[in-house]
């Protein structure tokens, strides 16, 4: 049920730069909320790596920026390591039906 | 230290009602802003957003879901319990729970999650 759009899938090799897209409506992202994202490696649980649209939380590396732009907004990932091997995932608020949180469809980076 | 951690049942029957506690460290569920929600993931899929309890008790629900859970805390032990009833085999998941962390952002009040626990896997079968 996400009302969030992401590719699928994206890849690059290393040192290259990748982005994601996150396209939302104008309930969400169009309505001025913030997108935050966050990145789940193998096996354990999401964590935070970009809130407020461009914000990076403390030991996150600047390689990763965030932007948000309309109805959509991005990831992207410059100087793509083998440890950015992962799944991505954007999140918002929604205003519709007494207001909710909503997550993206997800995107599995892959390093080549 | 934020620290959160799910307990529960592993395995629920189909039409069971499914009970998981978050039991929460490093923060109060009665500090204005803070909230604590329940996010699932199925294998191999995306994460989906379940529910969600603020500090002032004001809660928010699935629309997909909302006549299947409730969503409850206790302040006082660091708890938080999430209930779904009428389990089915779809709802097969690691349901995790996570800190919302409250922002200005955008010229409003908004939220994320910045500490979630480390998950808990539930399996509905007969």
């Known amino acids: 049920q996400s009302v969030l759009t992401q590719p699928p899938s994206v890849s690059g090799a290393p040192g290259q730069r990748v982005t994601i897209s996150c396209t939302g409506s104008?309930?969400?992202?169009?309505?001025?909320?913030?997108v935050h994202w966050y990145q789940q490696l193998p096996g354990t649980a999401p964590k935070l790596l970009i809130y407020?649209?461009?914000n990076r939380p403390s030991g996150v590396p600047d390689r990763f920026s965030g932007s948000k732009s309309g109805t959509s907004a991005s990831l992207a990932i410059t100087g793509l390591q083998a440890e950015d091997e992962a799944d991505y995932y954007c999140?918002?608020?929604?205003?519709?039906?007494?207001?909710?949180?909503?997550f993206g469809t997800g995107t599995k980076v892959t390093v080549l | 230290q934020i620290t959160l951690k799910e307990s529960g049942p592993t395995l629920v029957k189909p039409t069971q009602t499914l009970t998981l506690t978050c039991t929460f460290s490093g923060f109060s569920l009665s500090t204005s802003g803070v909230g604590v929600g329940w996010i699932r993931q199925p294998p191999g899929k995306a994460l989906e957003w379940l529910a969600l309890i603020y500090w002032d008790d004001d809660k928010r629900y699935s629309p997909s879901l909302k006549s299947r859970l409730t969503i409850t805390k206790d302040t006082s032990k660091n708890q938080v319990v999430l209930t779904m009833t009428n389990m089915d085999p779809v709802d097969t998941a690691t349901y995790y729970c996570?800190?919302?962390?409250?922002?200005?952002?955008?010229?409003?009040?908004?939220?994320?999650?910045?500490?979630w626990g480390q998950g808990t896997l539930v399996t509905v079968s007969s």
């Open positions: 996570a800190h919302r962390r409250s922002f200005y952002g955008s010229g409003s009040y908004q939220g994320y999650f910045d500490y």
């Open positions: 999140q918002s608020y929604d205003s519709s039906l007494s207001g909710h949180y909503v």
């Open positions: 407020g649209n461009s």
């Open positions: 104008s309930s969400n992202i169009g309505a001025g909320y913030d």
